[in-house]
């Protein structure tokens, strides 16, 4: 009895380590074409914002990174920060850009993990309108000039409250008086 209990933990063990074996060599071929995948996407979304985009520097600070974009001439356009919020699902990772007066003119959701229905409001028009045209020196504070959604306060308020802390990098970094 107790020699077939250890073979079979044995067994287990074995066909684990094959699995654990096979995973890391399949995460080892798709992790790359899944980065690849998103930054295509995130270039695209750079684009989308800035569509007189000629060339572009990425900054890290702390560990977001921030796309200083610049047009043909090489004036500055703006800034889109590839940054991250806290919500109720999770990390939030999302792409703000402002312009070069310091408005914010878009912003994408990449992802999330809010529950759909509800606290997934943040990657709607109605939501992302609140913040679209606002300007660094504004407050970005919820109930003063943004208020956030009923049901949704958690996923809303992190939004806000990360959105106000990239304007204040964005600010302190990128935009001279």
């Known amino acids: 009895m107790r020699e077939s209990g250890l073979r079979m933990a044995l ?3 074995i066909i684990g380590a094959i699995c654990g074996g096979l995973l890391s060599m399949v995460n080892g071929f798709t992790a790359p074409v899944i980065e690849e995948r998103a930054m295509t996407e995130f270039l695209q979304a750079l684009e989308g914002f800035f569509p007189e985009v000629e060339d572009y520097e ?3 600070i702390g560990d977001e990174v921030f796309y200083y974009c610049t047009d043909n001439s090489g004036n500055f356009i703006g ?3 590839q940054v991250k919020a806290d ?3 999770g990390k939030i990772s999302y792409d703000l850009a402002v312009n070069n007066s310091g408005d914010i003119i878009g912003m994408r959701i990449s992802s999330h993990g809010e529950t759909p229905g509800i606290g997934d409001v943040i990657t709607r028009e109605e939501f992302q ?3 679209i045209g606002l300007n660094y020196a504004d407050p970005i504070s919820p109930g003063v000039d943004v208020d ?8 809303t308020g992190g939004m806000l409250s990360s959105i106000r802390r990239v304007m204040d990098i964005i600010g302190e970094n990128f935009m001279t008086n």
């Open 11 to 13: 067994t287990l063990l």
């Open 58 to 60: 990425a900054q890290e």
């Open 79 to 81: 800034v889109v920060g």
């Open 87 to 89: 919500g109720y699902g």
């Open 129 to 131: 309108s609140r913040v």
């Open 148 to 155: 956030t959604v009923s049901g949704a306060t958690i996923s």
